[in-house]
């Protein structure tokens, strides 16, 4: 039989007392600056009020977890919103590339009203131009063509823009698809040499999808290249 072997004990490190605690804390006064998540574990014992005396050190010490609290929801909540406003122009700059693929007027509105759907995650999309006699558009399945002065009723005379969610949406605006709308999104096109005044709708059956609050610098700058192309395509 060989050399017997050696057994190798490992001693299991015990955790540190409470003054080895102490004195570490205080040779890393920055300690918690830089974990401040352990704030929300500490705990203290004493009670805030003994004797008619406030103990500030423990009110303190609740504020600041609270604090930190906050300050992490915020955080998930900031982190949560770039992600969503990183998705949203992906599919805005998606739909813009579609848009120069656009052979003919026809197959622009058809991109708009069929390819920009599946895109931007929507259930609707509609063209709407108001009827004028003086600048007669090419007919197309994919427009809807409104009485002169409605769109006025909805966008007013200087609006460029409507969002609205839980909405009792309109059929003039977006017909066959009037029954799924519970959100949606207007905005306009302002008329030109080319063509009437226009808008496009955006609709949803998320009644949270649009709101007043959110920002429309996406939705005109993508109406604004469809506009562009209008101009380019049209006979």
């Known amino acids: 039989m060989g050399e017997d072997r050696k057994r190798v004990t490992v001693k299991k490190k015990s955790p540190p007392d409470v003054d080895e ?21 500490l705990k203290p014992s004493r009670i805030k009020h003994a004797g008619g005396v406030v103990d500030f050190q ?19 909540s900031l982190i949560q919103a770039s992600r969503s406003n990183m998705t949203t122009q992906a599919r805005i700059h998606a739909a813009v590339l579609t848009l120069l693929e656009a052979r003919d007027f026809d197959h622009l509105c058809h991109i708009v009203g069929n390819d920009w759907v599946d895109i931007l995650q929507l259930d609707s999309i509609t063209i709407c131009f108001e009827k004028d006699n003086g600048r007669k558009l090419p007919e197309n399945t994919n427009i809807r063509l409104l009485d002169p002065g409605v769109i006025g009723k909805f966008l007013g005379h200087e609006t460029t823009a409507l969002l609205r969610g839980d909405v009792t949406a309109a059929e003039e605006i977006h017909g066959p ?3 799924l709308i519970k959100a949606e999104a207007l905005i306009r096109i302002e008329a030109t040499d080319y063509y009437p ?15 007043p609050g959110q920002g429309t610098e996406l939705l005109r700058f993508l109406t604004a290249v469809f506009q562009a192309q209008v101009k380019n395509l049209l006979p």
């Open 21 to 41: 605690v102490r004195e570490y804390l205080m040779l890393n006064p920055d300690f918690f600056d830089l974990n401040p998540d352990l704030l929300t574990l």
């Open 58 to 76: 423990a009110v303190l010490l609740d504020r600041l977890q609270q604090e930190v609290a906050g300050l992490n929801k915020a955080q998930g």
């Open 177 to 179: 698809a009037t029954p």
């Open 197 to 211: 005044e226009a808008i496009l709708a955006f609709g949803s059956r998320d009644e949270g999808f649009f709101t």
